[in-house]
């Protein structure tokens, strides 16, 4: 798997493009990071997960999470 990462607001997301999909796949935790800036954006997404759920949200069932390589 390769990973790339870009920049955004001088910011790093991690990101990998699926061949076979053609497709983009971006680590949804760094994006949360640089929209809240938050320092606990696993804490903020799994919160924020709960609180769809309970009003009446359905999430994807896509949603998993992809071995990418962690910042460094």
């Not at 001088?10 to 983009?24: A, L, P």
């Not at 919160?47 to 359905?58: A, C, I, R, T």
Request: proline residues 1%; positive net charge.
């Amino acid at each position: 798997m390769v990973t790339q990462v870009q920049l955004f607001e001088s910011r790093q997301v991690r990101t990998h493009w699926d061949e076979n999909q053609q497709k983009w796949l971006i680590s949804i935790i760094d994006v949360i990071q640089v929209l809240t800036g938050t320092d606990r954006p696993r804490k903020y997404w799994n919160d924020l997960k709960g609180k769809l759920k309970k009003e009446g949200s359905e999430l994807s069932e896509k949603i998993g999470q992809l071995k990418i390589s962690a910042k460094e």
